[in-house]
């Protein structure tokens, strides 16, 4: 998959291309169904996704509480799994956001990117104070030669799939009603980084992440499938996760601490992305480590019968 980054300076063998628009955070069913429209509605020509980083939301409202579902390097992977060839990811800035809507469509579609064909959601908004509608695209695309499809917003047995409704089934420990909108296990994607090795004293050496910039699931422990992306390594795995702040340790960021089971090796540095498939319990503070290691131990039994079923 190839990444342009800046629609001003764009290869040959990267225009006329057939490309979905959107933030596609999280990647889920209605995202993919964005992605499949433009996969064949390309006729043959590259087709791809546009896309922007960073995220408007963070750029239009720096200090909101984060709530991006994955970075966009996890991004970039997903969707290069299925299979998009060219990832238009813009630098969004202040030139991009004081676009109007036929600015955009000209200059960044049509003059810039060169794109052939473009595939949106019908709730799709852009250019300046997200004045541009659905009906305006399909007009610009109309004078300036590049072809339009709208897709349905789609529906699952819970209501409208979307970003919003994902991050309330994290927040409310849910992450099997996220994974039904997702189409796949929500991911949290990083390198392990040092941590005080607490768990390697009580007998539970854990893969440390940063979870800061993405929203933060229910705090909790959790069954969860592991890949080790990369290493000596590699592989999938099963495990049990907490993620939270340590309470009986301080005050602490929010951070995720894996127990692969059955693992032997070093992973600091390697990159992880832990899957969560059910949610255990909520964090707790116990009386003493004797409390919490008994405790760790029932998780892990518990997770292990989880991640055993079909």
Known sequence: MRIIRDYQYVEPQDRGASVAIGNFDGVHLGHQAVIDLARAAGGGAPFGVLTFEPHPREYFAPDTPPFRLMSSKARASRLEKLGV??????????????????????????????????????????????????????????????????????????????????????????????????????????????????????????????????????????????????????????????????????????????????????LYGATLSVALVEYLRPEVKFDGLDALIQQMDADCARAREILSAP
């Not at 422990?221 to 907490?242: F, I, P, R, T």
Request: proline fraction near 4%; hydrophobic fraction near 35%.
């Open 85 to 266: 060839e060219r990832l238009y990811e813009l630098n969004f800035n202040s030139a991009l956001a004081e676009l109007t809507p036929e600015q955009f469509c000209r200059r960044v579609i049509a003059d810039g990117l060169g794109l052939n064909h473009v595939v949106v959601g019908a709730d799709f908004c852009f250019g300046k104070n997200r004045k541009g509608t659905v009906s305006d695209l399909q007009r610009f695309g109309d004078e300036l030669g590049f072809g339009v499809t709208i897709a349905e917003i789609l529906e699952y047995s819970g209501g409208q799939v979307s970003s919003t409704a994902i991050r309330q089934a994290l927040s409310d420990g849910k992450p099997r009603e996220a994974a039904a909108q997702l189409g796949h296990w929500h991911r949290i994607e990083g390198p392990v980084i040092g941590g005080e090795q607490r768990g390697r004293e009580l007998g539970y050496p854990t893969a440390n992440m940063s979870i800061e910039g993405l929203h933060p699931p229910k705090l909790g422990v959790y069954a969860v499938l592991v890949q080790v992306l990369d290493g000596e390594h590699k592989g999938s795995y099963h495990g049990a996760a907490s993620i939270g702040v340590r309470p009986m340790f301080g005050e602490n960021k929010p951070n995720l601490e894996t127990f692969i089971f059955d693992f032997q090796g070093d």
